[in-house]
């Protein structure tokens, strides 16, 4: 049972390089999430996703972008990384709103 | 803003002890509030409450949720090293888009 799948599971930027992370998940879930986590600061919602090609603004957006052209993947870009995105991201989903979500394990991500 | 607390921050027991934790909260048009386990990587659901007074058990962990004074605890009877984690808890409102809202965490080492 894959569920919740994300790559890379690690990665070192520089300070104005850009990378994309990549969500699968086979769950044939609607709703579809990006998190940060950060010390002491729980998980932070970044973008949603209602269904495919939607998207929408969480708590955190600034400096991310999203893309859901197919409903098994989310994609989370970051155009011009800064160390203040460095943290741990996971991704998550769940089949209806306000229900339990699924997390993929984890990207760690570090920009230097 | 909708707001989670989370209470202590960390906590050290040893094997066999019982112990508490706190969630406080504040959302507008509360919804439900949920438990997550987090160990070295995914957060994996524990448990979901909407109503208020009901007891939700599994095996030594059990949670309950006073709506009236916005708060959950979630109790863990003769822990065992393996309830060492971080414990999230998120609520979720009605309010259109508004997703989980997760706590600090609170860190707990079981020691044999």
């Known amino acids: 049972n894959a569920g919740v799948t994300q790559t890379p599971k690690f990665r070192v930027l520089k300070t104005g390089q850009s990378m994309t992370l990549l969500c699968a998940q086979d769950?044939?879930?609607?709703?579809m999430y990006w998190y940060r986590q950060d010390p002491g600061m729980g998980l932070r919602l970044i973008h949603y996703?209602?269904?495919?090609?939607?998207?929408a603004k969480g708590e955190v957006p600034d400096g991310y972008n999203v893309s859901r052209l197919k409903k098994q993947n989310f994609l989370l870009g970051l155009e011009s990384a800064a160390p203040s995105q460095t943290s741990v991201y996971f991704c998550?989903?769940?089949?209806?709103?306000?229900?339990?979500?699924?997390f993929g394990q984890g990207t760690r991500l570090t920009v230097v | 803003e909708d707001k989670v607390v989370q209470s202590p921050l960390s906590l050290v027991v040893h094997e066999g002890d019982t112990v508490t934790l706190n969630c406080s909260y504040e959302?507008?048009?509360?919804?439900?509030l949920l438990w997550y386990k987090q160990e070295k990587k995914a957060p994996t659901f524990l448990f979901m409450l909407?109503?208020?007074?009901i007891e939700k058990k599994s095996g030594r962990l059990s949670s309950i949720l006073d709506k009236k004074e916005l708060f959950s605890i979630l109790n863990i009877t003769a822990t065992q090293t393996g309830d060492s984690a971080i414990y999230l808890c998120?609520?979720?409102?009605?309010?259109?888009?508004?997703?989980?809202?997760f706590g600090g965490g609170t860190r707990l080492m079981v020691k044999p």
């Open positions: 998120a609520v979720t409102s009605y309010n259109a888009g508004n997703m989980l809202t």
């Open positions: 998550a989903s769940s089949l209806v709103q306000y229900t339990e979500a699924f």
């Open positions: 769950m044939n879930h609607e709703y």
């Open positions: 909407t109503s208020s007074g």
């Open positions: 996703s209602v269904g495919e090609g939607t998207t």
């Open positions: 959302v507008t048009n509360f919804r439900s």
